[in-house]
């Protein structure tokens, strides 16, 4: 009887959203050879992953026989691997010290409510990914939301004031405001910031090390340019040790597995390498080419997003790409503000000309045939809603 009651709560939540072009399925992904794979029973070309430097592919386990930890790294699942890569993670990012997570969901969900005290003022990026989003509601913290790319207000002395923001976009390829920041911190203020989307894309790994930022937290994840997946954190040693000690996500959760460790320590090692740079340096050749076949400025992260508006004209793009061979997720709210519904394009380093050359003029067909023009934002004639 309850169970049907909930079926039916949940059938009819899946109606509305049918309703408003919302409804959503997990794609059938299979036989993937780099940029290509099987999406149901189609061969496609994919122009929507986030493995930016094309290695998700390429790791391998050198010596599989460890799988599991065994417990939270607090009762008995800390093994040396897992300080050996903390320590290294420490070294390239240029801090004192960093703690892992398993991903970077996890990671966001646990450290704010462990670093955020009861009085701290709290500015969150508007825009920001929705792990930092449900993170900081964990933390009971009184936020703010800042407009987008805005800045707090100026720090004062007597309490701690955070600003909590991702690197790149995850949505909009766009980035924080760094002289903005660099103010921030010059002030007294703290910086949270998420580099999911710029970790391992960077000539010093990070956007934040390339502006010559220090953020208090530093977040990187392992799942986008590393391709592989996890996370971690680098600040100070006492704070990563609280953090290592008192997160939810470490402390109430079975320590990171050995097998993935041994991938992202080799992925470090492709990304620091000059393999690395080459993987850069194609991407950006690939980017380069992508906007300027789309009319679009140049633009330095990977994540190009096709703004259309409505959920209805997302959807169809999307369909009309597919039956072209080319596989573009449409991007709807909640995960982007209502109104700002849209194809979000991302280049990988192994995309080669001419793939990407036939995605630009299908894509520039599709559009002319709806009326509609290629642009990255919201027109501002049309506010957003949400
Ligand atoms: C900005 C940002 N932070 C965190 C995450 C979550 O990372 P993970 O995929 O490792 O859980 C994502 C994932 O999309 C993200 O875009």
Redesign the pocket.
């Known amino acids: 009887m309850s169970l049907s009651l909930l079926e039916r709560r949940i059938e009819q939540k899946i109606a509305l959203e049918r309703n408003h072009n919302l409804a959503r399925a997990l794609p059938k992904i299979s036989e993937r050879q780099g940029v290509y794979y099987k999406l149901g029973d189609q061969r496609v070309l994919g122009f929507c992953s986030?493995d930016y430097l094309g290695l998700a592919e390429t790791l391998r386990i050198p010596n599989p026989a460890e799988c599991g930890s065994t417990a939270s790294r607090l009762i008995c699942g800390n093994l040396p691997a897992h300080r050996a890569l903390e320590q290294r993670l420490a070294h390239l990012v240029g801090y004192p010290d960093a703690v892992l997570f398993p991903?970077?969901?996890?990671?966001?969900t646990s450290v704010p409510a462990c670093v955020v005290g009861d009085g701290d003022r709290v500015f969150s990026d508007r825009l920001?990914?929705a792990?930092?989003i449900d993170g900081l509601r964990l933390s009971r913290s009184e936020k703010t939301i800042l407009p987008h790319r805005a800045a707090p207000p100026e720090p004062s002395a007597s309490t701690l004031s955070w600003w909590f923001s991702?690197s790149a976009?995850?949505m909009d390829g766009d980035y924080a405001p760094a002289e903005k920041m660099y103010r921030h911190l010059n002030c007294g203020g703290l910086v949270y910031l998420?580099e999911?989307?710029s970790f391992g894309l960077h000539k010093n790994l990070t956007w934040s090390a390339d502006h010559n930022l220090r953020p208090t937290l530093l977040?990187g994840?392992?799942?986008?340019a590393l391709g592989c997946?996890?996370?971690f954190v680098a600040s100070t040693n006492m704070i990563c040790e609280w953090i290592r000690t008192h997160s939810r996500g470490i402390v109430f959760s079975t320590g990171t597995s050995p097998l993935l460790l041994a991938a992202i320590d080799q992925a470090l090692s492709i990304v620091t390498s000059d393999e690395g740079d080459e993987l850069r340096a194609h991407l950006a050749n690939n980017l380069a080419r992508l906007c300027e076949g789309l009319g679009l400025p140049p633009r330095s992260c990977p994540i190009v997003p096709l703004v259309v508006g409505n959920n209805r004209d997302a959807l169809a793009i999307s369909r009309e790409l597919l039956e072209r061979g080319f596989h573009v997720q449409a991007i709807r709210p909640p995960t982007v503000p209502r109104g700002a519904s849209r194809l979000r394009l991302t280049v990988c380093a192994t995309h080669n000309p001419d793939q990407i050359d036939a995605l630009t003029s299908s894509l520039h067909e599709v559009f002319a045939r709806r009326n509609l023009e290629l642009r990255t934002t919201v027109p501002n004639d049309e506010p957003l809603l949400s």
């Open positions: 986030n991903s970077g969901f996890q990671l966001n920001n990914h792990s930092i991702e976009f995850s998420d999911a989307h977040v994840t392992f799942g986008k997946a996890g996370a």
